[in-house]
């Protein structure tokens, strides 16, 4: 069994080092298999019960093939919980032909975000506060390479916030689109603002993560209530 296991892991390491195509065609194929096989055992078991073993006996291979194509098990689980963010790009697209005013927008945005990340509470606490989520502007564009299939189409403006690099920055590129009409986001405080935003959102999430009983409309409310409190004169 061991004899096999390692024969497995020195093949596979053959084929990846082949050149020309099919090293290429291998790699996207394998990454995408590890994807896949993660979603699903997100989905049957949840973000807690996952497992290298479990995500690379699902995939077919050994355990240690997984560290061939991603950092490590955070970064897959992260690229595997991707599509649990679609609901909300869906609405981004839809939003982005739309002839709302800025402020609209915003709010826009912001209610529909907070009501599906509440759905999904675990799943985006990993994506905006675990290990990877410093960097999660270039997971996006990886996936969406690796899934053209599932990528939206946004408006130019929407499309720069969506891919924001982390979380502070994705907001503030929202508050960006406020700031001067009629509210109180100034140069001055703009920092400030954005930093009590997205405190409250961690807070939120980290209460839903502990408690999932609590009623999400409740929370949902009351971190609107939040945003504009924070924004408004």
Not at 10 to 31: C, S
Not at 188 to 202: E, F, G, L, Y
């Amino acid at each position: 069994m061991i004899e096999t296991s390692f024969k497995k892991i020195f093949q596979e390491k053959d084929y990846i080092i082949m050149g020309g195509n099919n090293k290429e065609a291998l790699q996207r194929e394998n990454t995408i298999r590890f994807i896949e096989a993660a979603e699903e055992l997100i989905d049957e078991h949840g973000i807690d019960n996952v497992s290298v073993r479990k995500i690379a006996e699902k995939a077919g291979f050994h355990n240690s093939t997984i560290y061939l194509y991603f950092k490590d098990v955070n970064e897959l689980i992260l690229l595997a919980s991707m599509k649990h963010f679609n609901e909300y790009s869906k609405a981004l697209a839809r939003l982005s032909s739309k002839n709302w005013d800025s402020t609209e927008n915003f709010y826009f945005v912001w209610r529909f975000f907070v009501e599906s990340m509440l759905k999904n509470p675990k799943i985006y606490y990993n994506f905006f506060f675990g290990k990877h989520g410093q960097d999660f502007g270039s997971l996006f564009k990886r996936y969406y390479e690796l899934f053209p299939e599932e990528a939206d189409k946004l408006s130019p403006d929407l499309m720069d916030m969506y891919y924001g690099k982390n979380i502070q920055e994705r907001c503030m590129k929202l508050l960006l689109t406020i700031k001067d009409k009629d509210n109180q986001i100034t140069s001055k405080n703009i920092n400030m603002i954005n930093t009590i935003i997205v405190a409250s959102v961690k807070y939120i999430l980290e209460q839903k993560c502990m408690e999932p009983e609590l009623d999400s409309d409740i929370l949902t409310r009351d971190l609107m209530n939040i945003i504009e409190y924070t924004i408004s004169k």
